[in-house]
């Protein structure tokens, strides 16, 4: 199964492209889509569509894992967030790719196992899983990475309740 993960932003929506093949991941490409600060809202939106779309030609992923949107105080980031979310899950939509939500929390658990793990544990065990020299730069490529791990972690496990029902 080929996985797109992402972690949704206005300024940066990480990515990160792998294969499963039973629990073995090869990593095909991850990276940052980036939109020009102080350009037109509507403008970075289309940037992030236009991105995400570009990245489904080229890796055709089977699904999209995107990490839902966390409390925050402030709530235009909020808003603005969900937009960038809300057009990056159109993308993959409108290419017939099946989409599936998960919190911090649950990529935190499925990654590093324990849902309240530090952001420098989650990039350590990204590291680790799919066997890079590095950790992934800036933190919403390597959280791109654990979502789509934590959607792989989340495939397997429904697989094997499935199988004893």
Do not use: W
């Not at 709530?75 to 989409?99: D, F, M, Y």
């Not at 590095?134 to 792989?152: G, W």
Request: hydrophobic letters at 45%.
């Amino acid at each position: 199964m080929r996985i797109i993960g992402i972690d949704p932003g206005i300024a940066i929506v990480g990515y990160g492209i792998i294969d499963d093949n039973g629990g073995k991941f090869k990593v095909l490409d991850y990276g940052a889509i980036t939109t020009p600060v102080g350009a037109e809202k509507s403008l970075r939106l289309k940037d992030v569509y236009d991105g995400i779309n570009s990245l489904i030609e080229k890796y055709r992923p089977d699904v999209m894992a995107i990490e839902e949107l966390f409390f925050n105080k402030n709530a235009k980031t909020v808003i603005t967030i969900g937009e960038a979310r809300g057009v990056a899950i159109l993308a993959a939509v409108n290419c017939g790719i099946q989409v599936f939500e998960y919190t911090p929390l649950q990529v935190k658990q499925s990654v590093v196992g324990y849902g309240r793990a530090e952001k420098k544990q989650v990039q350590n065990m990204v590291k680790a899983i799919l066997r890079l020299d590095e950790i992934p730069k800036p933190d919403d490529v390597a959280d791109a990475l654990a979502v789509a791990l934590c959607h792989s972690n989340s495939n397997i496990l429904n697989a094997k309740l499935g199988s004893l029902k």
